[in-house]
């Protein structure tokens, strides 16, 4: 079965860019039925969707964030990756990578187990 | 921007049925999906398209959506059922979750 696992910096310096990877394996991130994307957790906060990626190239961001953000997929190491630009504390959160369907049907499934990111000097 | 709503908490006895709700401006048009977060683990599809179980969800759990209200009633609560639970839908293309519901089994 699918499953997924982030990786990446646990400590970013404000104003500094947020980067991390999300590994797949078990499907193939260049499968033309499923999109990847992140998700994240803030303290306190609850879910925030940030954005997905589907056929290896297209893109579709969160309107609050999409200034900062870039997403993108490696099909040669079956990979997507995030990079959020001028983190703040605010960007401090447990970033989730999913797997997402396709129209018509839109679930999140499965996740990633997450990867706490704190935005600290 | 459109918001979905859910209850802080809701707290049920073990055995009893336990439902959770969502609200949003006419959500019954839209699909809802529902996902069970505790500590430490992926969080977990339990419930999408309304009212279907993902393989391996069990039975207890069950969704509805109609009005302005999706639902999400787990029958039968169990200690392990003991989660924060998010709602989500789309709209025009963007991803919305509800603030989660800490279901606490006592």
């Known amino acids: 079965q699918v499953q997924l696992q982030e990786s990446g910096p646990g400590l970013v310096k404000p104003s500094e860019t947020l980067s991390l990877t999300c590994t797949v394996s078990?499907?193939?991130?260049?499968?033309?039925?499923?999109?990847w994307g992140w998700i994240r957790q803030t303290p306190g906060k609850g879910l925030e969707w940030i954005g997905y990626v589907y056929n290896s190239g297209g893109t579709n961001y969160n309107p609050s964030l999409k200034s900062r953000v870039t997403i993108s997929a490696d099909t040669s190491k079956n990979q997507i990756s995030l990079k959020l630009r001028s983190v703040t504390a605010a960007d401090t959160a447990v970033y989730y990578c999913a797997r997402k369907y396709g129209s018509g049907d839109e679930r999140f499934d499965p996740w990633g187990q997450g990867t706490l990111v704190t935005v600290s000097s | 921007s459109y918001e979905l709503t859910q209850p802080p908490s809701v707290s049920v006895s073990p055995g009893q049925t336990a439902s959770i709700t969502c609200s949003g401006d006419k959500l019954g048009d839209r699909y809802v999906c529902w996902y069970q977060l505790k500590p430490g683990q992926s969080p977990l599809l339990v419930i999408y398209q309304d009212t279907k179980r993902p393989s391996g969800i069990p039975e207890r759990f069950s969704g509805s959506n109609s009005g302005n209200t999706a639902t999400l009633t787990i029958s039968g609560t169990q200690a392990m059922d003991e989660a924060d639970y998010y709602c989500q839908a789309w709209d025009s293309s963007t991803a919305v979750f509800g603030g989660g519901t800490r279901l606490t089994v006592l």
């Open positions: 078990g499907g193939s991130v260049s499968s033309g039925n499923y999109y």
